[in-house]
């Protein structure tokens, strides 16, 4: 799915201009846990919660974007060390 979202963005902007993300990471807090797990994300496999696979995604996410500045949400200390 970000794959597209990726060829959406790259025809957007103009070609001297800056782009930025915005994203949320989802603080792996609130998915490593039985009550988000069972009351938040009950839909998803808790495979995809994850915080190693997650990373994965998200790196190949943002770096599809060709975003010349990052704004990022609920970043924790290993995230950020090992995504940035």
């Not at 009950?42 to 599809?64: F, K, Q």
Request: net charge negative.
């Amino acid at each position: 799915p970000f794959e597209k979202r990726h060829q959406e963005a790259e025809g957007r902007g103009q070609p001297e201009g800056v782009r930025v993300c915005s994203y949320n990471l989802l603080v792996d807090q609130f998915c490593d846990t039985e009550w988000p797990r069972k009351n938040l994300y009950g839909h998803c496999d808790p495979r995809w919660l994850a915080i190693d696979y997650r990373m994965a995604l998200i790196g190949r996410e943002l770096d599809g974007y060709g975003a010349g500045v990052l704004c990022l949400q609920e970043v924790e200390g290993r995230v950020y060390e090992e995504l940035l």
